[in-house]
């Protein structure tokens, strides 16, 4: 892959110079529209409606990527959670304990916790170590679509395990951020406890709140500017804040309705598969309750991934003047305008 342009400064601007460029996609010729895109040929700030669209055009166009890609990851890490499931449940599905009750009491009082703890433990080690993973492979065939190239899976996948040190520490850094951003809300709910106020209480639902919600739009850039930029955790996370500061409010309604109906397509077209899957029981219910949550991750991740990806690219023509960069970059005798977009 030629080289992303280089991440702006603290404040969100590009560098000065020409050494600021966005290469051209491979295969992208001249007055080509972006594939995923919803600009209908040129580069533009997006609405609501804009980013929605082009989430699920992007789904559509290159639901085989997405599915070759993610799969590789999300069917091994599902089949892992199902069979911790269905340890804990000792195979049992709802079927059974609505015949039972007693059944299910049954298993959890016999069951060998000393067993189940470092089931568990690997588990959420997997989810913590293949979530970024998955994310930056999801955002790494939507950049590709909306700027015009064919993403494809091997290289997507290729592309995103040289970018996955600085994509699990961008998320480890998120973690601690949001950690430190919600002590001040757990202090009020401490000393609202101890002073049995309620108007402190109150403040402190309202601050932790607020502060979950600048989370998500502060922070909801962070994996599209280090695939895009190939930047590490901290400026990943410095350049996602200055270009989610300013348009706050438009990404935190954008980034929650995204996240809604992707979670809501997931889920309606998943249950086909994990609520079986759930009333069986059984090796057949933990293979059911598997294929349901891969169909899930296979639609919400993409999407929530390309909603992000899109508000990415819409803060940077905004605010860095990445259409018309892009423009120049079509106009004959442009020597950047055969630059590559590959792996």
Partial sequence: MSDWPPPGDEEGRPPAGPSWSTPAPQGRQSGDAPPGSPLHGRLQPMNVGDV???????????????????GVVLVPLNLLSSFTNYRVTGGLGLLDTLRDPSAGQAV????????????????????LLVTPFINGVATRIAAEG?????????ESLRYTAGRYLSLLGTTLLLILTAIAMVIPAF????VAATAESAAVA??????????????????????PVVMVERAGPATAVRRSFALGRRRFWGILGIVILASIIGGLVGQILSAVFSLPGQLLGDAAGLVLTAVG?????LLTTPLTAAAQTLLYFDGR?????MDLEMAARDLPGDPHGAGGFTG
């Avoid at 202090?187 to 401490?190: G, N, P």
């Avoid at 109150?202 to 994996?223: G, I």
């Fill in 202 to 223: 109150v403040l402190a639902v309202v601050v932790f709140l607020f502060t979950v919600l600048a989370m998500v739009s502060l922070f909801a850039l962070a994996y």
């Fill in 293 to 297: 949550g891969v169909i899930a991750g």
């Fill in 317 to 321: 023509i905004r605010h860095e003047g």
């Fill in 146 to 154: 909306y700027l015009g190239a064919k993403p494809e899976p091997g």
């Fill in 187 to 190: 202090v009020l709910f401490i």
């Fill in 108 to 127: 959890l009082s016999s069951g060998d916790v000393a067993q189940l703890v470092p089931l568990f433990g690997v588990t959420a080690l997997a989810s």
């Fill in 52 to 70: 929605l669209d082009g989430m699920f055009r992007l789904l559509v166009r290159h639901w085989r990527t997405y599915v070759l890609a993610l």
